[in-house]
T-cell receptor, first 115, second 117 residues
């Protein structure tokens, strides 16, 4: 079974530029998550989708971050404009909707460096 | 508020030693789930175990074992006879129903385990 796919794996941009990340979840997983992991810390949830609807985006900096999951499958996370403090690994995860099968499976992440 | 504390930032052991990674959590939920994930140098988070709040049985999987104690709000992870391949950052995480956000995993800061040959 294929895991969560993410691209690109690495991205280097200058501050004030825009960047987009793509995620394709595990087939059949209705719930998709984007996390930000700053070096030396645990991942922090940015946004959670259930199918194509947003469940939780309370920690998403909406002035510069946006995300969509238009057809309820793959998702895009965008940053515009980027700041130095956005340098981090952006992780996508997916899970079944079932409460009893709710473990999240993570993709390899996109490492973003903002110069 | 929900919180996960992993007090050990880094641990270094020699191969074949046993090692225990500590995890203490805080939550107001009566129903919640606890998780451990492994993050090797490649960066991908690997799911190890999920435990729900009603199941306090300890679990063993090969060289891995987990000790869940609600009385002390702890969910510790022991690796027996450690191997070099166990070197990674290990994260403990909590998922509850607080605020209606059933999917939100709250992670600790992680414990970096180095196993030397």
């Amino acid at each position: 079974e294929a895991g969560v796919a993410q691209s690109p794996r690495y991205k280097i941009i200058e501050k004030r530029q825009s960047v987009a990340f793509w995620c394709n979840p595990i087939s059949g997983h209705a719930t998709l998550y984007w996390y930000q992991q700053i070096l030396g810390q645990g991942p922090k949830l940015l946004i959670q989708f259930q199918n194509n609807g947003v469940v939780d985006d309370s920690q998403l900096p909406k002035d510069r971050f946006s995300a969509e999951r238009l057809k309820g499958v793959d998702s895009t996370l965008k940053i515009q404009p980027a700041k130095l403090e956005d340098s981090a690994v952006y992780l996508c995860a997916s899970s079944f909707r079932d409460r009893d099968r709710n473990e999240q499976f993570f993709g390899p992440g996109t490492r973003l460096t903002v110069l | 508020a929900q919180k996960v504390t992993q007090a050990q930032t880094e641990i270094s052991v020699v191969e074949k030693e046993d090692v225990t990674l500590d995890c203490v959590y805080e939550t107001r939920d009566t129903t919640y789930y606890l998780f451990w994930y492994k993050q090797p140098p490649s960066g991908e988070l690997v799911f190890l175990i999920r435990r729900n709040s009603f199941d306090e049985q300890n679990e063993i999987s090969g060289r891995y074992s987990w000790n869940f104690q609600k009385s002390t709000s702890s969910f510790n992870f022991t690796i027996t006879a450690s191997q070099v391949v166990d070197s990674a950052v290990y994260f403990c995480a909590l998922r509850g129903n607080y605020g209606g956000s059933q999917g939100n995993l709250i992670f600790g800061k992680g414990t970096k385990l180095s196993v030397k040959p």
